[in-house]
Nanobody, 123 residues
Framework: QVQLVESGGGLVQAGGSLRVSCAAS????????MGWFRQAPGKEREFVAA???????YYTDSVKARFSNSRDNAKNTVYLQMSSLKPEDTAVYYC?????????????????WGQGTQVTVSS
């Protein structure tokens, strides 16, 4: 059974840093694209970042230069390093896995989802 488990969320002050992780029990993990999405209260889920099988990374404009996405295929884990955090980054962060290495910002192109981890940035 495929499982994606996020960890590392929490409360941080504005300007601080946080790293969230996603451990995947996923056969052939190294062939999947892995994405991060977030959903703030009252808002739709939005794309944050993704990394493909070849370690190419993709980011939404609002987090470029602040967030960094990486993967460790030996551990079946992806990481989202977040720095210079802002209150508007507050959301539940979800990781997702998709078989097709394309359409990285489209939630419909992901096959498996984690349960999410809360990130709260105080001002």
């Amino acid at each position: 059974q495929v499982q994606l488990v996020e960890s590392g969320g929490g409360l941080v002050q504005a300007g601080g840093s946080l790293r969230v992780s996603c451990a995947a029990s996923l056969p052939s993990f190294n062939t999947y694209k892995m994405g991060w999405f977030r959903q703030a209260p009252g808002k739709e889920r939005e794309f944050v970042a993704a990394i493909n099988w070849n370690r190419n990374t993709y980011y939404t404009d609002s987090v470029k230069a602040r967030f960094s996405n990486s993967r460790d295929n030996a551990k079946n884990t992806v990481y989202l390093q977040m720095s210079s955090l802002k209150p508007e980054d507050t959301a539940v962060y979800y990781c997702a896995a998709g078989r097709r290495n394309s359409d990285y910002d489209d939630a419909r192109e992901y096959d498996y989802w984690g349960q999410g981890t809360q990130v709260t940035v105080s001002s």
